[in-house]
Structures are given as structure tokens and as C-alpha cells.
């Protein structure tokens, strides 16, 4: 059975910074993609940023040049320096980790989710 665990998040005062980090257990098959998601009560989830197992990454402009996303598909970990946070951050971080499904589809997956509040 595949999890994920995110772990890191907290409350920091705006301009301060976090690392979330993400670790997967169990088996993942063509596993290619790790990456982060947010998400506001009473909104969509939100793409913040991927990385990819051919050393791509991508970012949403709303954290480009803050954030920055590391990821080690040996270990199926991905990690996310949040710096510069601003209020708007506010929200809970989702791990995701995309792999390939039987018939070769998209197949992703979800942790649990990790609240980041900043305030001041």
C-alpha cells in the first residue's frame, strides 16, 4: 500500500520560512513526478510545484523565486523550501507522487496534508 507523509509545516510570521518535507513508502510503479499542492478551505486545490524524475522542475507564478522544490526519486522524497512567505501561503501543503497504472494512465498520489499558517 502506497503512503505519503508530510511532515514540516508550522506558523511562521510573514517573510519567514519553512521546509516541508514529503516521504513515500510502498510501491509505486513508473513513478516520475513528485511535487506539492495547496489548498484553502472553500477552494480548489492549487498546483504549487513539481519535480520530475528527469530533473525538471516547475513552478506556480504565484511562489517562483520563493519556493523551491528538490526531489530524490531513489528515496521517493521530495522536499520544498517556502521562503519570503506571505499571508496569502496560508493553507494546507499537499504531497502528491504520480506514477503509471496498470494500462499505463496517470495514476497519482496523496498525503495527508500539512498546515502552514503564517500570520503575524
Known amino acids: 500500500q502506497v503512503q505519503l507523509v508530510e511532515s514540516g509545516g508550522g506558523l511562521v510570521r510573514p517573510g519567514g520560512s519553512l521546509r516541508l518535507s514529503c516521504v513515500a513508502s510502498?510501491?509505486?510503479?513508473?513513478?516520475?513526478?513528485m511535487g506539492w499542492y495547496r489548498q484553502v478551505v472553500g477552494r480548489q486545490r492549487e498546483f504549487i510545484a513539481t519535480?520530475?524524475?528527469?530533473?525538471?522542475?516547475d513552478y506556480a507564478d504565484s511562489v517562483k523565486g520563493r519556493f523551491t522544490i528538490s526531489g530524490d526519486f531513489v528515496n521517493k522524497t521530495v522536499y520544498q523550501q517556502l521562503n519570503s512567505l506571505k499571508l496569502a501561503d496560508t493553507a494546507v501543503y499537499y504531497c502528491?507522487?504520480?506514477?503509471?497504472?496498470?494500462?499505463?494512465?496517470?495514476?497519482?498520489?496523496w498525503g495527508p496534508g500539512t498546515q502552514v499558517t503564517v500570520s503575524s
Open positions: 502528491s507522487a504520480m506514477g503509471l497504472g496498470p494500462n499505463g494512465t496517470p495514476r497519482p498520489y
Open positions: 510502498g510501491k509505486i510503479g513508473g513513478l516520475y513526478a
Open positions: 519535480s520530475t524524475n528527469r530533473d525538471t522542475t
